[in-house]
């Protein structure tokens, strides 16, 4: 923060698995967009921001986000160059085409879905130029497994 200009800001997602009991604590600042499939219904929950970005006047959140995942539920995340992406007629990619894409996309695998999302980008965009970083992270989660030590003889 103390590096930062009047302009500049920045938009963080940072979270933390507790690997026993799946709960996934966040904290989204700014307009990072993540979005939790749930692998029962296929369900799209789009996790709230706790404040605003990073910048000058950034007051931090006083508490994280908090949700409990289930085997093969999914987090996309998807930096806001992706989200803002315009076309030729200077319409925006937007969430909601985000998510239709989300929804839409094959459900093998965390690199369909990516690719399906950065494909129907590329072809929303039409080649144009792109103005903001576009990261976009999907991860899925795997089945609990409990492995147990073969008795000894």
């Known amino acids: 923060q103390e590096s930062l200009d009047e302009s500049s800001m920045a938009d963080i997602f940072y979270a933390m698995v507790d690997r026993r009991s799946f709960e996934l604590s966040y904290s989204r600042l700014g307009q990072v967009v993540v979005v939790h499939q749930k692998s029962e219904s296929g369900e799209l929950e789009i996790l709230p921001a706790q404040t605003g970005p990073i910048s000058l006047k ?45 929804m839409s996309a094959p459900k093998q695998g965390v690199h369909d879905i990516r690719n399906e999302i950065l494909v129907s980008l590329a072809k929303f965009s039409q080649g144009c130029e792109v103005r903001r970083d576009q990261t976009l992270l999907v991860a899925e989660v795997n089945d609990r497994v409990i492995k147990l030590a073969q008795p000894e003889n």
Do not use: M, Y
């Open 58 to 102: 950034f007051v931090p959140p006083k508490e994280s986000g908090k949700i409990f995942l289930s085997p093969n539920d999914r987090i996309i995340v998807a930096t806001p160059g992706i989200v803002k992406a315009t076309n030729l007629a200077g319409e925006s990619f937007g969430i909601e085409r985000l998510l239709s894409t989300i």
